[in-house]
């Protein structure tokens, strides 16, 4: 049984239709590595009625007898190349897979082959056309188409933007689902709430954290900003009225330092009330 994030799926696989397509588009596909478009066909046989197969890396590697990695890079390149898309939803808080859901891209199988499709093998290609030709006639939203290389490349852009990278995995599925919800969920919108969120950061930045990742793109890049300046608060300085000291009597304390005490111009009373005075002006002038 194929395995997802290294735990048994609650679902079981369905057993592959015996007939699997491969179309021209994806066989003459010269950029697609290896096996590839043999990858394909089995992604084809194993979709069920709901459009999707969740086999896991390893179970594509024991059928074809190579290595994960070997796996991984041929799924990239039909991404790439618009064959087919997928969804990866992690474990809360990790970069665990929990869910892998693999999608045949909606015009990947043509609905009219040149090469008809043999009496006895019809009723097992059932399930297959049956999804492809449901997908092919519902009006998909231009969010939901699209494709998840580009959402991987849009949210990166907005990623590296944002200051606090805890959570990316979390992030990436809110900002994935919030993105299908609706054509003007767009990077543009994101951005310009992101610039008030930076401008927030800064005005508050004394106390203020940004949050991680996965919470603010959990729909808290809506939420209501205040972005009016905040005043300082300076206090109040106290303005000590100082008195100055007069420079006649700096002068007259220079000359009776000068003098060592002694002058012919005035008397020791008058010296002893001049240095009264004198002790008085600086004790209030300090």
């Known amino acids: 049984m194929p395995m997802i994030g290294g735990t048994d799926m609650t679902e079981t696989v369905e057993r592959p239709n015996y007939y699997a397509i491969i179309p021209a ?32 890396d390893s179970y594509f590697a024991d059928l074809y007898g190579v290595a994960k990695s070997t796996i991984q890079t041929w799924l990239k390149a039909l991404e790439i190349n618009g064959h087919i898309s997928r969804d ?52 998909h939203s231009a969010a ?7 959402l991987e490349k849009d949210f990166e852009e ?31 919108y994101l951005f310009n709430k992101l610039d008030r969120y930076k401008q927030y950061i800064k005005l508050n930045s004394n106390w203020y954290h940004p949050l991680n ?32 000291i007069p420079q006649w009597v700096k002068d007259q304390k220079s000359q009776h330092n000068a003098n060592h005490g002694t002058s012919n ?10 240095a009264d ?3 008085k002006l600086e004790s209030k002038g300090s």
């Open 213 to 244: 990742g996965a919470t603010w793109f959990n729909g808290r890049f809506d939420d209501e900003l205040d972005l009016t300046p905040k005043t300082q608060n300076r206090g109040y300085q106290k303005n000590a009225r100082k008195e100055i």
């Open 144 to 150: 939901n188409a699209t494709p998840l290389v580009q």
């Open 25 to 56: 588009s994806v066989r003459y596909d010269n950029s697609l590595p290896g096996k590839a478009s043999l990858l394909y066909g089995e992604i084809t046989a194993l979709c069920n009625q709901k459009g999707y197969c969740w086999a896991s």
């Open 277 to 279: 005075r004198l002790a």
């Open 88 to 139: 990866v939803i992690y474990k809360e808080g990790t970069r665990e897979i929990e869910h892998r859901y693999i999608r045949i891209s909606v015009g990947g199988i043509p609905k009219n082959q040149s090469t008809p499709t043999p009496k006895n093998q019809r009723e097992n290609n059932t399930s297959i056309n049956t999804t492809v030709n449901n997908t092919s006639n519902k009006k």
């Open 158 to 188: 907005i990623w590296q933007a944002y200051p606090n990278k805890k959570g990316k995995g979390q992030a990436f599925n809110h900002y994935k689902a919030w993105r299908k919800k609706a054509v003007d969920h767009t990077n543009e």
């Open 265 to 274: 111009h005035i008397s020791d009373d008058d010296r002893k009330r001049l």
